[in-house]
């Protein structure tokens, strides 16, 4: 199994170019959105981590981003919870997946949080600042100051790139991602 890792800016595009290697991929931001949807378990733990902001099930995100905004310590308890829960699911990924060819990983504390093996091939999406600026306006829920809490846990976007096997400039046209997703998976796979 080939385990493919993207890399990247928050709003960079990640997400779409994992999808276009046409490979299962294990999405975390996607797992974490189940977890809180669905894991009791995690509830109770963020409930007694953090009793004044967690209130309901199932775990609501604004919750979550009041106790971010209050106290920066609290996204570290968050994740104290959070985290091995990913990681669980994505052992779980990986059994399940055993028999494929190539796997993606779109973890944005991939080599952060060392998920990543020396074996593993790392692909950075870059774009501009300007557009990123602009496609993360459009989420629902943004939050500058939260977003430069998540940045500040991960490695410069220069270390990130300088570790990558591939980088794949996003100008965010699929066409032009589709094509140079496929020249990286006809490398990867001779």
């Known amino acids: 199994m080939i385990r493919i890792g993207i890399l990247g800016d928050i709003g960079s595009g990640k997400s779409f170019v994992a999808k276009q290697f046409k490979s299962?991929?294990?999405?975390?931001?996607?797992?974490?959105?189940?977890?809180?949807?669905?894991?009791?378990?995690?509830?109770?733990?963020l409930k007694k981590t953090l009793p004044k902001y967690i209130k309901s099930f199932p775990i609501k995100k604004k919750e979550l981003r009041r106790s971010i905004l209050s106290n920066n310590k609290n996204l570290k308890k968050i994740s104290k919870v959070v985290h091995p829960i990913v990681r669980a699911?994505?052992?779980?990924?990986?059994?399940?997946?055993?028999?494929?060819?190539?796997?993606?990983?779109?973890?944005?504390?991939?080599?952060?949080n060392k998920l990543n093996k020396k074996t593993d091939?790392?692909?950075?999406?870059?774009?501009?600042?300007?557009?990123?600026?602009?496609?993360?306006?459009?989420?629902?829920?943004?939050?500058e100051k939260i977003i430069n809490n998540f940045k500040k846990k991960q490695y410069s976007l220069t270390k990130k790139k300088k570790l990558s096997d591939y980088v794949i400039k996003n100008n965010f046209k699929p066409n032009t991602i589709k094509q140079k997703v496929e020249i990286i998976k006809k490398k990867v796979l001779i």
């Open 121 to 143: 091939i790392l692909v950075y999406v870059d774009a501009k600042e300007k557009d990123i600026k602009k496609r993360l306006k459009k989420r629902k829920g943004y939050n």
């Open 24 to 45: 299962p991929v294990f999405n975390a931001d996607a797992e974490i959105i189940k977890i809180y949807k669905n894991n009791k378990k995690c509830f109770y733990k």
């Open 89 to 112: 699911e994505m052992r779980k990924f990986f059994v399940y997946n055993k028999k494929k060819k190539i796997v993606i990983l779109d973890i944005p504390l991939l080599i952060e």
